[in-house]
């Protein structure tokens, strides 16, 4: 609710203070007297145009300070909190200072861009009269006002596809960042699988190296072996009396008959006869290990190809058998993360899929509810139109899709996927017969669009989030019963709605609530802006004057009396 307007030094208004108490204002006063300031006044402050040529005469800087009371406004509140400027407070004050350099907005003695001003300032109020200002003639709000009227299960099924498709895109965007991600790792991967393939092929073992590297030296040394192990066996036991067995035998024999003789040398008798023994044992193991030497090429030749293998890949990793071992095991750890990933891809894979199905149904029932409603929104605001003699307008809520080749298939054709479903919605207006539907920014006259949005307003009434209406040119060309009509839907209206009205009409300026009159004064060779609240006996007064003009008389004032009851 717009609870007060305060005006410094802006265009004629010295010092004007207005403040409003009730969700039905009337702002009347003779032609040319500045009522129009008022609606720059208030444009500015929700961040329209501000030029310094509308400083007042003499002065530095001019200065608009709007309050709106948040009671209701949700919207508004929503925007102060993205702005950080939230802080439970009821009221919240929009602020612009116009000087000769520069302008500057405040919200709640913060200063602020004016784009802030203005996304803040479109929340609360809107104005209806002034083209650059009208919410109405942006056509990204009608799929809105549309949705509202709707009602719970439309707005229900609204909330259900903005949830999907927000999940979809999130989905979408994780999957194209893991494809990019599995793009970029595809060449490592490739790499990767080619050294886990060839050093899973070469099957290394812990020390199977130096068992080869041994093994290796005895094939390649096999005859000197033999020889080795034949000449040592021939000098432990072979024939003859020159054998060292047969020497050992010798001298034992000698040390145990000496022994009797002497037994301290008995010890080395026994010492003797354990070497002998000894000896004995050498010989069968030689004798063994002799059997089992044999000279095998086929097994010399695979363990040199064997060696040879191991040191390629020894050279060409820079590491031992046991490092690359180890780093086989990492290699596979790596690969273990790509398939994962791969996993992933197809695991997202499958939500999308899963997702697109559900919205691709749930996008085509809303829009076949939007449709519908837009059947029963049309006809309302066409009888609107008729009451406010614009019987012969044609109008119509247009719906179109967008053709995207990476949106969604509907009905065989691909179409770009909007937060909010597949529709584009724009309200369309044929204020004459034999004319094309328009936009409604192409209306030219600002009484007719004043009207087009009162008809649009009233049939939104209990669904509008703006909690702020005012109109300018409402009234313009019309009287009589129509006159009469436009004041039952303001009235209407700001049960819902505060209304604030600026009019040349009495049947308007009869309504029941607050009316303030607007006045031009000339004092010391200036010229003021004045307002002032009338009382009830004024607002009679006021209403006169506007069904006469300046001869008011006793008739036009129980004319007057007679408006202003009927709404008692």
């Known amino acids: 609710m717009l609870v007060g307007i305060l005006l410094t030094d802006f265009a004629i208004a010295k010092k004007v203070e207005l403040a409003f108490d009730s969700s039905l204002v009337i702002i009347s006063g003779e032609t040319g007297t500045g009522k129009t300031i008022l609606m720059r006044a208030l444009t500015a402050a929700c961040g329209g145009d501000a030029t310094?040529?509308?400083?007042?005469?003499?002065?530095?800087?001019?200065?608009?300070?709007?309050?709106?009371?948040?009671?209701?406004?949700?919207?508004?509140?929503?925007?102060?909190?993205?702005?950080?400027?939230?802080?439970?407070?009821?009221?919240?004050?929009?602020?612009?200072?116009?000087?000769?350099?520069?302008?500057?907005?405040?919200?709640?003695?913060?200063?602020?861009?004016?784009?802030?001003?203005?996304?803040?300032?479109?929340?609360?109020?809107?104005?209806?009269?002034?083209?650059?200002?009208?919410?109405?003639?942006?056509?990204?709000?009608?799929?809105?006002?549309?949705?509202?009227?709707?009602?719970?299960?439309?707005?229900?099924?609204?909330?259900?596809?903005?949830?999907?498709?927000?999940?979809?895109?999130?989905?979408?965007?994780?999957?194209?960042?893991?494809?990019?991600?599995?793009?970029k790792y595809r060449e490592e991967r490739d790499f990767i699988n080619f050294e886990v393939e060839e050093l899973e092929k070469a099957g290394?073992?812990?020390?199977?190296?130096?068992?080869?590297?041994k093994e290796e030296k005895i094939l390649s040394n096999v005859q000197e072996l033999a020889n080795l192990i034949g000449n040592s066996r021939t000098s432990i036991s072979g024939e003859g009396n020159r054998s060292i067995l047969d020497l050992t035998e010798l001298v034992s024999a000698n040390l145990t008959r000496a022994s009797v003789i002497d037994p301290d040398l008995s010890s080395l008798s026994e010492q003797m006869e354990s070497i002998s023994v000894q000896l004995k044992e050498i010989d069968r193991d030689l004798a063994r290990y002799d059997g089992a030497i044999i000279f095998d090429t086929d097994r010399l030749s695979f363990i040199e190809e064997r060696l040879s293998?191991?040191?390629?890949?020894?050279?060409?990793?820079?590491?031992?058998?046991?490092?690359?071992?180890?780093?086989?095991?990492?290699?596979?750890?790596?690969?273990?993360?790509?398939?994962?990933?791969?996993?992933?891809?197809?695991?997202?894979?499958?939500?999308?899929?899963?997702?697109?199905?559900?919205?691709?149904?749930?996008?085509?029932?809303?829009s076949l509810m939007r449709k519908e409603t837009a059947t029963r929104f049309q006809k309302e605001v066409l009888n609107e139109l008729k009451d406010l003699a614009m019987e012969n307008a044609g109008f119509k809520v247009s719906f179109?899709?967008?053709?995207?080749?990476?949106?969604?298939?509907?009905?065989?054709k691909m179409v770009k996927l909007f937060p909010d479903g597949i529709d584009l919605v724009e309200f369309l207006i044929a204020p004459n017969p034999g004319e094309g539907f328009k936009p409604l920014a192409s209306i030219?006259?600002?009484?007719?669009?004043?009207?087009?949005?009162?008809?649009?307003?009233?049939?939104?009434?209990?669904?509008?989030?703006?909690?702020?209406?005012?109109?300018?040119?409402?009234?313009?060309?019309?009287?009589?019963?129509?006159?009469?009509?436009?004041?039952?839907?303001?009235?209407?209206?700001?049960?819902?709605?505060?209304?604030?009205?600026?009019?040349?009409?009495?049947?308007?300026?009869?309504?029941?609530?607050?009316?303030?009159?607007?006045?031009?004064?000339?004092?010391?060779?200036?010229?003021?802006?004045?307002?002032?609240?009338?009382?009830?006996?004024?607002?009679?007064n006021e209403v006169a004057r506007m069904i006469s003009g300046t001869n008011v008389t006793t008739t036009t004032i129980s004319q007057a009396k007679e408006l202003i009851g009927r709404w008692e």
């Open 204 to 213: 290394l073992q812990e020390e199977e190296e130096e068992g080869l590297i």
């Open 309 to 366: 293998l191991l040191s390629a890949l020894k050279l060409k990793y820079k590491k031992t058998v046991p490092e690359l071992i180890n780093y086989l095991s990492e290699l596979k750890e790596r690969l273990q993360s790509f398939n994962s990933l791969e996993a992933k891809i197809m695991e997202l894979s499958k939500q999308k899929e899963e997702f697109l199905s559900e919205i691709k149904i749930d996008v085509s029932e809303l």
């Open 52 to 183: 310094n040529n509308l400083i007042r005469a003499g002065s530095n800087k001019a200065q608009i300070e709007v309050s709106f009371m948040l009671d209701g406004a949700s919207k508004g509140v929503d925007v102060l909190k993205k702005l950080s400027l939230f802080e439970g407070e009821p009221i919240v004050i929009l602020s612009r200072v116009i000087d000769k350099n520069r302008t500057k907005g405040i919200i709640n003695g913060h200063p602020m861009p004016i784009k802030s001003l203005m996304e803040l300032g479109s929340s609360l109020i809107d104005m209806h009269g002034q083209h650059e200002v009208q919410s109405l003639l942006n056509s990204s709000t009608h799929i809105l006002s549309l949705d509202r009227f709707g009602g719970e299960s439309l707005l229900s099924l609204k909330e259900k596809v903005i949830a999907e498709i927000a999940a979809y895109r999130r989905i979408s965007k994780d999957l194209n960042d893991l494809i990019e991600q599995d793009k």
């Open 444 to 540: 030219a006259s600002g009484g007719e669009l004043s009207r087009v949005t009162l008809a649009i307003k009233k049939v939104l009434a209990e669904v509008d989030e703006i909690p702020v209406l005012i109109f300018d040119e409402v009234d313009a060309g019309i009287g009589g019963k129509t006159g009469e009509k436009v004041a039952e839907k303001l009235r209407e209206i700001s049960k819902y709605r505060q209304v604030i009205c600026i009019t040349h009409l009495p049947q308007i300026a009869s309504l029941p609530g607050e009316h303030f009159v607007v006045e031009k004064v000339v004092e010391d060779g200036e010229t003021f802006l004045k307002t002032r609240k009338l009382e009830e006996c004024e607002r009679v």
């Open 400 to 412: 179109k899709t967008v053709a995207d080749e990476n949106g969604i298939e509907i009905d065989g």
